[in-house]
């Protein structure tokens, strides 16, 4: 809990974003150059190269975290499924998520934090992908769910500080949401559970 002398913790809407927006930025950036090269190096169609899901080779290809491959010995691709997407509505879902939980707790920890706190978070989720034996698993939800949880585990800490409305959209709001998304994970079939627990406790850990 701050001291008298610290400032207030709050929650502040119109501070600029700009690691947020270079973060998604660079999510958008990596889903267009990778579908640019399959359509042009591997003669891919436009809505597979770009919309639609792709498939095991595609996304091996392009740095997907593929757990033979991991096995081998390319650990980095630990690190770029972050930045990878099965296909457009993947990358859009975690581009929002990223997007909002950004312009949550970028003013509130500074730039340098939560890009750091997003990328440990999607590396934490690979991680313990590859731990569990998930077969292929590329996307940014780890880090979104670091996010997440660490922006709920401040509202837990601060909760006696914090302004009553910022109190209530970072306990029992994003509390709420993070456990539906827990839910969601373990019973949609497509989704890595072991990607966004990974993230979770990452985010709770930080």
Same mark, same amino acid.
């Given at each position: 809990m701050p001291s008298p002398s610290e400032p207030r913790p709050a929650l502040d809407w119109a501070s600029p974003i700009p690691v947020t927006w270079m973060l998604v930025g660079v999510l958008l950036g990596v889903h267009l150059a990778t579908g640019l090269w399959w359509t042009l190096a591997e003669d891919g169609g436009l809505l597979e190269s770009f919309v639609v899901a792709r498939d095991v080779r595609y996304r091996a290809l392009v740095g997907g975290q593929y757990r033979v491959l991991v096995e081998q010995g390319q650990v980095w691709r630990l690190f770029t499924s972050v930045l990878l997407h099965g296909d457009a509505l993947h990358l859009g879902v975690n581009a929002v998520a990223l997007l909002a939980l950004g312009r949550l707790l970028e003013p509130l920890v500074g730039g340098l934090r939560t890009a750091a706190w997003?990328? $440990? &978070? &999607? /590396?934490?989720? %690979?991680? $313990? %992908?590859? /731990? /569990?034996g998930v077969e292929q698993s590329d996307g940014a939800s780890g880090g979104a769910f670091a996010l997440l949880t660490a922006a709920v585990v401040l509202g837990l800490r601060y909760r006696a500080v914090l302004e009553e409305e910022d109190r209530y959209l970072l306990g029992p709001v994003l509390g709420s949401f993070l456990a539906l998304n827990v839910v969601l994970s373990f019973a949609l079939p497509f989704v890595d559970a072991a990607g966004h627990l990974g993230g979770l406790a990452l985010g709770a850990m930080i």
């Open positions: 997003f990328t $440990l &978070g &999607g /590396v934490a989720g %690979s991680v $313990l %992908s590859q /731990v /569990v």
